[in-house]
């Protein structure tokens, strides 16, 4: 027996008054995740729908058409009420209007309920210090969850300019699956490449104005350098979250549309070996995480490698 019919036959099927529930069911139901808010929405449809549709039985059953009338038409406006129900309440709703001394409602002016209730997305701000002498502008904060899986971010395109021999930006957050386009806009050629494995890569040397892409599939840090100057030197985060953002130069960050629920918050600085971790619960509109300061554990370079990871040949000019 399908839901719909099942309810049709409890609320219309004989049976004493005293078996059945009252006009009100208190409906408890604690909502702490997105799944929760989804799943009390469907509760609170099907819980008006059968008050609805006992009571407006109830009424018309003791003779009281006026109440049985007015039930039975605001189930009648409940927006995608089953065809079932509405075969079967229709005929006792015009019935009960008529001998109520009205006129029947042959269909509904409005939908009783409005669009499902969206989810409640949050702001997340925090502080992040440390990073040595470079400060802790720049680091990389990003969210996952800790109460269920931490959603695909979506591929997105950004840039790396090279510009007075110097990355621009020096450090730049990414989700999985990003593609950066490094441009070089200097009048001398540059050759783009990192040794982070498994993220390494090599574009090879090219001229002022052309830019190659590097599409980034792994989390973690890569670092970027260029064969021909070691004044170069930068770093690209890639984080498998869609929740991140870079901290300020006082160390303020803030990420946006984040969906209620339990999370651990990560930093990651380039100075840091390892990023720093803190638990977050995600339960207002507005949420300030714990402070965080990031790692600089990373050992300075004694070198600048090169494509082969070796020392630089000075002699050579690079």
Known sequence: MGTVTWMLALALGAGPVKDWPGEEVPLPLAVRTPEDLAFKAVVERRYLEFNLLSSGKLAYDRGDMATAADRFERLLAIRDLSPEVAAVVRPLAENA????????????????????????????????????????????????????????????????VQRGKQFI????????????????????????????????????????????????????????????????VAYVYVVDSPYYAQADDRGSWTVKNVPLGEY??????????????????VQAETVTAPRLTANSDRPPMTFVPDKAGKPRQTQLGY
């Open 97 to 160: 209007r008529r001998r109520a001394g009205g006129s029947p409602v042959a269909e509904p002016e409005a939908p009783l309920l409005a669009a499902p209730p969206q989810p409640v997305l949050a702001t997340v701000k925090g502080q992040v210090a440390g990073g040595g002498s470079v400060g802790p502008g720049g680091t990389v904060v990003w969210l996952t969850r800790t109460d269920g899986p931490t959603p695909r971010p979506k591929a997105i395109e950004r840039t790396v």
């Open 264 to 281: 651990q918050v990560h930093a990651w600085h380039e100075s840091s070996l390892e990023p720093v971790r803190r638990a977050v619960s």
């Open 169 to 232: 930006p020096r450090v730049l957050a990414v989700p999985v699956g990003a593609t950066v386009h490094f441009r070089n806009d200097d009048e001398v050629f540059h050759n783009v490449f990192s040794l982070s494995r498994p993220n390494d890569f090599d574009l090879g040397l090219y001229r002022s104005g052309e830019a190659r892409d590097r599409t980034f599939r792994t989390p973690g840090p890569v670092n970027l350098l260029c064969n021909i100057h070691t004044s170069m």
